[in-house]
């Protein structure tokens, strides 16, 4: 019952920019898309969320696209330690609480 | 000062055993949750808490019962360990905020 698709893996050179991309075409309109990711086996660490605009913070981009079937996860100059998967999110609410469909993750290998 | 611990970090135990994993969160946080995430890293949730409430039961087997002695605290008690149960589960709070905090995870092993 995967709400998204996520390319399994990507590579990405250091001090380049990332671009992660993620499919959500049964997307309705008052769920969220949350990015978390996840280092090494440690717990998942959030990273940005948005509804219909796009979103910046000190980790991330988020671009939504206009019709919200797709966004993208921007990481303007990935280091080492960004290698991670990265796991794309729809939050549904059901009666005021929100449930989280994670999908399958892309890794990330940035590569020196 | 670590938000949401988890306790044992492993666990490694014979099929038929009961076991139990501990959650805490010195967040403040009234929302609670158990994720399970399988050998894919496909991650699931299991339950979620709110003030000590059930909130969500995603069709898990009645093996799993989760407990909630109070806000802080989630605890994850399972019977009759089968061998499908191997897996690392994780314990997460929200509080009015968006984001959720991921504990650190158990990883249970079921031989």
């Known amino acids: 019952d995967a709400k998204t698709t996520q390319p399994t893996s990507m590579d990405c050179a250091e001090g380049r920019a990332a671009n992660l991309p993620c499919n959500h075409s049964t997307i309705s309109g008052n769920e969220y898309v949350y990015w978390y990711r996840q280092i090494h086996s440690q717990g998942p660490q959030y990273i940005i969320h948005?509804?219909?605009n796009n979103e910046t913070n000190e980790m991330a981009s988020l671009i939504i696209t206009e019709d919200r079937k797709s966004s993208t996860l921007i990481l303007p100059h990935a280091t080492l330690r960004d290698t991670a998967v990265y796991y794309c999110?729809?939050?549904?609410?059901?009666?005021?609480?929100?449930?989280?469909?994670f999908g399958s993750g892309t890794k990330l290998n940035v590569k020196p | 000062d670590t938000a949401v611990s988890q306790t044992p970090k492993y666990l490694v135990t014979q099929m038929g055993n009961d076991k139990s994993i501990k959650c805490e969160q010195n967040l403040g946080h009234d929302t609670m949750y158990w994720y399970k995430q399988d050998s894919k890293k496909f991650l699931k949730i299991m339950f979620s808490y709110n003030n000590k409430e059930l909130i969500i039961n995603e069709t898990v087997p009645n093996r799993f019962s989760p407990k909630s002695p109070d806000k802080a605290h989630l605890n994850l008690h399972i019977n009759s360990l089968e061998l499908g149960d191997s897996a690392v589960y994780f314990c997460a709070s929200r509080g009015s905020g968006a984001e959720q905090f991921f504990g650190p995870g158990t990883r249970l092993t079921v031989l």
């Open positions: 999110i729809v939050r549904v609410s059901l009666n005021n609480f929100n449930k989280f469909y």
């Open positions: 948005g509804l219909k």
